[in-house]
């Protein structure tokens, strides 16, 4: 099979197709025959960096969303068989290598695909998606009524959880850029704040819940905006668990947030997905020889929703695949 591979650490040019064995599902485990991939600022990391394991460590399989068809399955699956569509976050953080024309998953990492999805919008949701699930309703209990507020809330992972926040009965307050924001809005959120010409700071009150998917000053600064108790989720780097002193000296918390393979919030995703709730974007669908090209896209920090990589078994339409 064709599989994206990287020789060294290095910038998007190191990445390339080349010919691997295809993988063999283990017990309670399923090959999955994967038309299309996303993907995620995690990945770009990982490639530049060899990622929790290290710089000195060998560049890992990248790629951790999936949208395929089970292919095969192994010892001791009952929930899919040969045939079914299913979409999930494998493995995650351990490498999962989705960027190829075949994976292996366990089983238990996956869910059957909505059938109101494709495979490019349901292969954008599982990454981003757990994260804003796990981040808003996990770890931050978002209930009807409650003020969130979500940073860079036109990216991947943020243009997601404005529309989990809804679904929640949340009151929205999203910050981007100013050419992003009846994006933002057409999403749900009530406010958009143009963080280039407004301190979030300064003028956002009263919440319940903050995701910042950027760190840096946006911790202290979010710390600033919630209510006594408010809780900010931090997606940025573990070294924001120090933020968590700073919350505690103001009678607010702050934790950091590493997103897990969950079937429960896998199902959960579905549900939104099947009902309408929920619904990625996509900016840019290119096939995986492009790989190099996304990840120049990714790294960029511009891009509204995700980007998708498809396998030259499950290309775009004709006139839907980028100039």
């Known amino acids: 099979m064709r599989a994206v591979t990287q020789d060294r650490l290095g910038g998007p040019e190191v990445l ?8 063999e599902p283990g017990p309670a ?17 990982h490639r530049g960096t060899g990622g929790l394991a290290g710089a000195d460590a060998p560049p890992v399989p990248l790629g951790w969303d999936l949208s395929g068809t089970v292919e095969a399955v192994g010892i001791g699956v009952t929930l899919f068989r040969p045939g079914d569509e299913v979409f999930g976050m494998p493995r995650h953080p351990a490498p999962a290598g989705t960027y190829a024309e075949y994976a292996t998953s366990p089983a238990r990492h996956l869910a ?7 495979h490019v919008a349901a292969a954008a949701l599982p990454l981003a998606g757990l994260t804003a699930w796990q981040a808003l309703v996990d770890t931050g ?8 507020l979500v940073h ?35 999403l749900g959120a009530d406010e958009v704040v143009d963080y280039r010409t407004t301190d979030f700071a300064e003028t956002v009150t009263g919440v319940d819940v903050v995701l910042d998917t950027i760190g840096g000053a ?38 950091f947030l590493a997103v897990e393979a969950d079937r429960a ?42 980007i998708v990589l498809t396998t030259d078994a499950h290309r775009p339409a004709p006139g839907a695949e980028p100039r």
């Open 16 to 23: 390339r197709l080349a010919t691997v064995d295809r993988p």
């Open 29 to 45: 485990e399923v090959l999955v025959r994967v038309h299309a991939t996303a993907v995620n600022p995690t990945d770009v990391w």
């Open 112 to 118: 059957h695909k909505p059938a109101g999805l494709d």
């Open 141 to 148: 209990d978002v209930r009807p009524g409650q003020r969130v």
């Open 152 to 186: 860079a809330a036109a990216g991947g992972v943020g243009h997601l959880a404005v529309q989990i926040a809804k679904s929640r009965g949340a009151y929205v307050i999203g910050t981007a850029s100013a050419a992003k924001h009846d994006f933002v809005r057409s």
């Open 218 to 255: 946006y911790g202290p600064r979010s710390l600033r905006t919630l209510r006594p108790g408010g809780l900010v989720v931090s997606l940025a780097s573990p070294a924001e668990a120090a933020l968590a002193e700073e919350a505690g000296r103001n009678g607010v918390r702050a934790v």
């Open 265 to 306: 919030g896998m199902l959960a995703l579905a549900g939104l997905a099947g009902s309408g709730e929920l619904r990625p974007h996509i900016a840019e669908v290119l096939p995986l020889a492009r790989v190099g090209r996304a990840h120049e896209l990714s790294g960029s920090g511009r891009t509204s929703g995700k």
